[in-house]
């Protein structure tokens, strides 16, 4: 099969879909289905019946066995190329790192993008699945916006256990933007702070979920979160976070953020 035949298939694919769906139809009710002339059916079925997908029995129209197994790849074949749309600022920022993103794993992810009226939707969404998990393990190269600061350390101190690696800046500055509520999170011994130099993109393991986000760089605002229950992509998740988390320092050994955190936890005093 060439690259023609290929295509072909790709433009006959309302046919296989419809076939698929609704088992032999004749003619004229492939003509109601598709919406379509009777000439552009003659045309669809003659090809299709050309290349092996589909005969003709007494008078309808029905996928051969191959035809079966073509029109199941090719709805595979969509679901991959509407994923990887989806997926394209995630797929920029990994394939820049050298990390490898196994894309079936995110078939059928949440991608949730700014919006015009609406520039917080991703983080929005980020704390919808924090309000339901009771572990909370990520990396982030920037800092969450301020407005979901307050709620994101309420639920620690409710008794989130939470692990996070943060790129030295990002980490003073949570330390030292609100030294009060840096005191009273420190202590609730829930939180651990881990730095790392060079953190790709944000990486989130909730509960239930597992989420990848990619800040923007003039706004500093979370421009895309995708969110899976995959097992897969909790795979995929579990050793990105594992490489990063071992190449990290603990916090307490960074000497001039830890005399910061040391600042923070004696500030109350």
Known sequence: MDTEDLIEIIRQKPVLDVLR????????????????????????????????????????????????????????????????????????????????????????????????????????????????????RGLDPASINPLHMDELYDNINAGMKTEAVYPPAVLEGLLTSNPERARTVIESGNLTFWIHDDIPFGLTLCDDRIGVGVYDDETGLLRTYVDTDSPTAREWAEDVYATYRAEATPLSEATDLARLSSDSAGAGG
């Open 21 to 136: 769906e609704e088992g032999g139809l004749d003619r004229r009710a492939l003509e109601q289905h598709l919406n379509v002339s009777r000439s552009t059916v003659h045309r669809f079925t003659r090809s299709l019946r050309d290349s092996g997908l589909i005969e003709r029995t007494d008078s309808e129209f029905v996928l051969t066995p191959l035809g079966e197994v073509t029109a199941e790849e090719v709805v595979e074949f969509q679901s991959a190329l509407e994923a990887a749309s989806e997926l394209a600022p995630i797929l920029r920022v990994t394939a820049a790192h050298d990390i490898d993103v196994d894309l079936e794993a995110f078939t059928g992810a949440t991608v949730t993008t700014t919006a015009p009226r609406d520039p917080y939707r991703p983080v929005n969404r980020f704390m919808s699945l924090v309000k339901s998990t009771e572990t909370l």
